[in-house]
Structures are given as C-alpha cells and as structure tokens.
C-alpha cells in the first residue's frame, strides 16, 4: 500500500466505525496524512487520537470501533 491507500483505508474504517468528524474533515484528513507520512504505527496513533477526541465530544459517538486499531495496523504493513 502507497501512503494515499493508508490514508483512504483508515478514513474509511473510522467513517464506518462511525468515527469521522463531519464538521472537521479536513483537519481530520491532514492529520491522517501527516502520519501516514510516519508509516503505519504513526497512522494508527493518528486514528487512536481521531477516535479518543470524538469520544470525548460525545461518548455514544462509534460504538463499532472493535476492527479498526487491529485491522489496520496489518493493512497498512
């Protein structure tokens, strides 16, 4: 995977997780490619923090989350 597949691949597992920021895409987005830039354990960080702060907006917000940490970590390898 080429680190535009990374960022598509983690942004799509948060948005289906129900973890996208809506309302803040495009920091959410440089954030992803900022550390995809770091390779995969950078961008799974990157991902644990997106999740981690919408969580505290709003604690109901994700509750399918259980893929997306393991998952992508062998994807992104």
Do not use: I, K, Y
């Amino acid at each position: 995977m080429d680190l535009v597949e990374w960022v598509e691949e983690a942004e799509s597992l948060l948005r289906s997780d129900g973890l996208w920021p809506e309302q803040d895409e495009e920091r959410a987005r440089g954030v992803l490619e900022d550390a995809a830039l770091g390779g995969p354990e950078s961008l799974v960080r990157a991902m644990r923090a997106l999740r981690r702060e919408l969580r505290e907006r709003d604690p109901n917000v994700g509750e399918r989350s259980a893929r997306w940490h393991s998952g992508t970590a062998g994807r992104c390898g």
